[in-house]
């Protein structure tokens, strides 16, 4: 997989990695490697919903100014 998965990619990759954190089925040896990976994944998707909360809030504006808009006509 590469290094800047998609949000749904992401998403997946880290679920497995905590499916298998939680199954035990990882070595000691691997287990930093893994949570410095999730770490990564989770910046990526925290990253990738903060900007569409904004994208969906100028939306949400655009529509109430053009709504205000209407109103006073």
Do not use: H, W
Not at 37 to 44: H, N
């Amino acid at each position: 997989m590469n290094n800047k998965p998609n949000y749904t990619e992401a998403f997946e990759e880290l679920q497995a990695i905590v499916a298998e954190i939680e199954g035990g089925e990882i070595s000691v040896d691997e287990l930093s490697d893994k949570v410095k990976r999730a770490a990564l994944l989770i910046k990526i998707c925290k990253n990738k919903l903060t900007a569409t909360e904004g994208d969906v809030n100028k939306i949400l504006n655009e529509l109430e100014s053009t709504e205000e808009i209407k109103e006073e006509e």
